[in-house]
């Protein structure tokens, strides 16, 4: 049993220098000031909820990215970088690019065309209302859920790090990301997530390649893990044969089809949270290349996330510990990993800088959070159910006001989230729940005219119901996992990606079905929204080097180049 | 309207600049006991300059008054 995160006692690592504390507050006094700066662009609801819809490609793809590079992203992975070896890796190529390839060229189109404000929006118009009440109340749940997860990240790593009262970070993070948002919208946050993705990029960098130094370069590195741990941990794929043959304890099954096909299909194409940035963009060739060139950096995230990760099991001389061990007798956590790193290499200045960087992911992942939400509770909940008439300046206070409860919201979970074991299992476990037969609904709305409004919203319901249904079987007899995940040794992440994997396959299952048996919907309500109905826009009279495709061949070639070579 | 490069010129050269001259003075004093790993390689020197280099070109490149 999980120790709450109150019982903790941290050992402070570091000691900021007044130099590095100049830096953390030029940053929330930066981030302030573009808020501020913003506030007049923020007034109608395109400009409060969609940014205008004006973003260039770049900004949408930086910004499509920062979205997600999160705490999870930063301290989670590192850890389990630390826990599963380069496995953890998996995440962000097979689990991301071949994700963010499919929405730009595939789904991109139908989200553009048919000018919807949100991913409930296009269920609303393709499947009806009840699937869009359904997809939003589930999504508006999650979302403030993660968001205190975010929170409850920052603040234990401000207090690790920094020896900071948790409530100090949580409330002054909160607040900071309710100033902004609430004061320019989608446009101030985005802008801070490009402004972030920056700042994280300057602050994380030296960590790697002073590691790698200290390391004595990547093969050293590598002998030095498979001396302290297995050589296994350096693998991505040749130990994936077997359940057991590798530190995770997955199938190559799991990490293909449940991570690849599912589970990140399903965050990358369907989370509102990451598609709202992409919806922001001034046009069509901008909308598809923007998840391009977010799959191009996600490829190179893993140089600032799982290498510290691996360079920890590498240089470090103490041995990191499950979080439930070190709450009990002391020392650090997987998840300490990256911060123990940063204090390893950086002095005065850089410290203040990497510190800032944490921040800035943290905040970063809360803001995204709260202007999704935002959007979905105002276009999704509140103006279908509860006041459908009211103006566009009415809608608009609606989302500021949201905004502010939406963090309120948030903090409460961050409180709750200090109740359970892992951060990261907490999560995948989330978007098992709701991300996985989401994919299935939209994904069938978009290529198959035949999904009915029933089945659409039968499947969804069906899908979600098992997903929680499994999870919940796994926590009331932990011997179900050989059930659900195909093997006695499946580990709580291989859990999650069969988990995914059968409850996107009930939700189809029971979309074809009930679709087979209700009344087609009119092929003229679908145009514009379903493949074979729409006719897809073109990027326009462009050289080959400017044209979606062709950049996202380059980033292909290089995802397999890069599995291969860490085979 | 100032673009976002601008505000990410401005922030990366501000705190490249920070970075410069914390890693300047430590040149000029160093620690008797530096409490970092590879303290001699002086890395707040070099990426300080680094970033405050890129900030500038970016400030320049994206100045409100060029820009409109």
Redesign the interface.
């Known amino acids: 049993m999980m120790l709450p995160l109150a019982s903790y006692v941290a050992t402070q690592l570091v000691h900021l220098?007044s130099?590095d504390i100049?830096?953390v507050i030029?940053?929330f006094a930066?981030v302030l000031s573009?808020g501020w700066?913003l506030k007049g662009?923020a007034n109608t609801g395109e400009g409060f909820f969609m940014a205008g819809r004006e973003m260039t490609a770049w900004?949408a793809g930086l910004s499509f990215l920062s979205a997600n590079l999160g705490a999870l992203e930063l301290m989670g992975w590192a850890g389990s970088a630390y826990q599963y070896g380069i496995l953890a890796t998996h995440w962000y190529w097979i689990g991301a690019i071949p994700a963010m390839l499919f929405l730009a060229l595939v789904m991109m189109p139908f989200y553009y065309i048919s000018k919807t404000h949100s991913v409930p929006g296009y269920l609303k118009l393709r499947f009806g209302e009840p699937s869009r009440a359904l997809s939003a109340i589930s999504f508006a749940f999650m979302t403030v859920l993660m968001s205190g997860v975010n929170m409850f990240a920052m603040a234990k790593v401000m207090q690790i790090v920094l020896g900071w009262d948790i409530n100090f970070s949580i409330w002054v993070s909160s607040v900071t990301v309710a100033i902004y948002v609430t004061l320019g919208g989608l446009r101030s946050a985005i802008?801070n997530e490009?402004?972030q993705f920056?700042?994280i990029w300057?602050g994380a960098l030296?960590i790697p390649i002073?590691g790698l130094?200290?390391a004595g370069g990547w093969a050293n590195l590598k002998l030095q893990i498979a001396a302290r741990a297995s050589a296994q941990y350096v693998h991505l794929w040749s130990g994936l044969g077997s359940f057991t043959a590798n530190p995770m304890g997955i199938h190559w099954t799991g990490i293909v089809f449940g991570l690849g096909a599912i589970i990140s299909m399903g965050y990358w194409t369907t989370d509102f949270l990451v598609v709202q940035r992409i919806l922001a963009a001034k046009d069509i060739r901008s909308a598809e290349m923007a998840p391009i060139i977010g799959a191009g950096f996600k490829m190179m995230v893993p140089f600032i996330v799982i290498l510290p990760g691996l360079l920890g099991l590498g240089v470090l001389p103490e041995k990191l510990v499950p979080e439930s061990a070190a709450a009990v007798n002391g020392g650090h956590s997987f998840n300490d990993v990256l911060p123990l790193m940063m204090?390893?290499?950086?002095?005065?200045?850089?410290l203040?800088?990497g510190v800032?960087a944490l921040i800035a992911g943290f905040m970063s992942g809360m803001a995204g959070n709260v202007s999704a939400f935002t959007t979905v509770w105002t276009y999704d909940i509140y103006r279908p159910l509860i006041n459908s008439k009211g103006s566009d300046h009415h809608y608009v206070n609606m989302g500021r006001w949201t905004t502010i409860i939406g963090v309120l919201v948030s903090v409460g979970t961050a409180y709750l989230v200090m109740q359970f074991a892992s951060i990261m299992d907490y999560v995948q476990a989330l978007f098992s729940f709701f991300i996985a037969p989401l994919f299935g609904t939209v994904v069938l709305g978009m290529l198959w005219k035949r999904a009915s409004g029933p089945g659409g919203f039968w499947g969804l319901l069906s899908g979600t119901l098992c997903s929680i249904g499994m999870w919940a079987w796994v926590k009331v007899d932990p011997s179900a996992l050989r059930y659900v995940a195909l093997s006695p040794h499946a580990k709580g992440l291989a859990q999650d990606m069969y988990q995914a994997l059968w409850s996107f396959l009930v939700c189809v299952i029971l979309t074809v079905a009930v679709s087979l048996l209700t009344e087609p919907t009119p092929d003229e309500k679908l145009t514009g929204l379903v493949y074979g109905l729409t006719r897809v826009p073109s990027v326009g009279e462009v050289p080959v080097y400017q044209r979606p495709v062709f950049w996202a061949a380059v980033v292909t070639t290089v995802f397999l180049v890069l599995n291969i070579i860490f085979w | 309207m100032i673009s976002i490069w601008f505000f990410i010129g401005v922030s990366l050269a501000v705190n490249g600049a920070l970075i410069l001259s914390a890693g300047i003075y430590q040149l000029i004093d160093p620690p008797a006991d530096p409490d970092i790993v590879l303290f001699n390689l002086h890395a707040n020197l070099w990426w300080g300059a680094l970033l405050l280099i890129l900030g500038l070109i970016y400030c320049v490149r994206f100045a409100p008054r060029r820009q409109s």
């Open positions: 220098s130099i100049v830096i030029f940053y930066l573009i700066y662009r900004v802008f490009v402004l920056f700042l300057a030296l002073l130094y200290e204090a390893r290499y950086c002095g005065p200045g850089l203040g800088l800032t």
